[in-house]
T-cell receptor
C-alpha cells in the first residue's frame, strides 16, 4: 500500500522569497510521485511528476521537486514565488499497475505581497 | 480540446435523498476516476471505470456507485445521503488509466452539500 504525508497544512511566504513544500511517502513497491496544484474553485492540475530517470524534475512555471529514495521524500521547491502561485498543492503517489493516485492532505501556499 | 466537464457544479440535498453526478471526459479518453475531497480526509479514491467496466474501487460503502457509458461519460450515484457525504467530488480522465503511465486530467468538481 502507498501513502503520502504532507507535513505542513499551510505555508505563508513573501513574494519573491523561496519556498519548499514537504512531502514524504510510504510504499512497499516502486513508486511514482506527483505534485498537483488546485487553484480556488478549480480542479487539480498536474504540476510535475517523477516516473524514473533523473531524480530532479521541473515544471514549466519554475517549480522543481527531487525524488530522494533514502529519505522517502519528494519535496517541492521554487526559488522565487509570485502572487499567482497562491493555491493548494497536493503530493500524490502510485505504484506499478495501480489505476489510482493516493493523495496527501494538501498544503495551502499563500504568497504575501 | 475541451477539458473534463462535471455537472452540476453545485448541489444541495437533504439527508436520506440520493444524488447523481455526471462527468464527461476529454474526447478520446477511456478511463474515468472519481475522488472525494473533504477538509478532514483530503482526496480519497472512489472508483475507476474503463470501457464501461469498474476496474478499481476505493474503500467506500456500497451507497456509492457508478457507471460508465459507451461514450466514456460516467455517472456517480450516492444513495441515502448522510451529512458526512458533503464534499467536493472530482472526476479525472485519462487515455487508458494506469495512474503512472497516463496523466490524469481533473474536472472542476461538483460541490455537494447535504443538509
Amino acid at each position: 500500500a502507498q501513502s503520502v504525508t504532507q507535513l505542513d497544512s499551510q505555508v505563508p511566504v513573501f513574494e519573491e522569497a523561496p519556498v519548499e513544500l514537504r512531502c514524504n511517502y510510504s510504499s512497499s513497491v516502486s513508486v511514482y510521485l506527483f505534485w498537483y496544484v488546485q487553484y480556488p474553485n478549480q480542479g487539480l492540475q498536474l504540476l510535475l511528476k517523477y516516473l524514473s530517470g533523473s531524480t530532479l524534475v521541473e515544471s514549466i512555471n519554475g517549480f522543481e521537486a527531487e525524488f530522494n529514495k533514502s529519505q522517502t521524500s519528494f519535496h517541492l521547491r521554487k526559488p522565487s514565488v509570485h502572487i499567482s502561485d497562491t493555491a493548494e498543492y497536493f503530493c500524490a503517489v502510485t505504484g506499478t499497475g495501480a489505476n489510482n493516485l493516493f493523495f496527501g492532505t494538501g498544503t495551502r501556499l499563500t504568497v504575501i505581497p | 480540446k475541451a477539458g473534463v466537464t462535471q455537472t452540476p457544479r453545485y448541489l444541495i440535498k437533504t439527508r436520506g435523498q440520493q444524488v447523481t453526478l455526471s462527468c464527461s471526459p476529454i474526447s478520446g479518453h477511456r478511463s474515468v476516476s472519481w475522488y472525494q475531497q473533504t477538509p478532514g480526509q483530503g482526496l480519497q479514491f472512489l472508483f475507476e471505470y474503463f470501457s464501461e467496466t469498474q476496474r478499481n474501487k476505493g474503500n467506500f460503502p456500497g451507497r456509492f456507485s457508478g457507471r460508465q457509458f459507451s461514450n466514456s461519460r460516467s455517472e456517480m450515484n450516492v444513495s441515502t445521503l448522510e451529512l458526512g457525504d458533503s464534499a467536493l467530488y472530482l472526476c479525472a480522465s485519462s487515455l487508458y488509466g494506469g495512474a503512472y503511465t497516463d496523466t490524469q486530467y481533473f474536472g472542476p468538481g461538483t460541490r455537494l452539500t447535504v443538509l
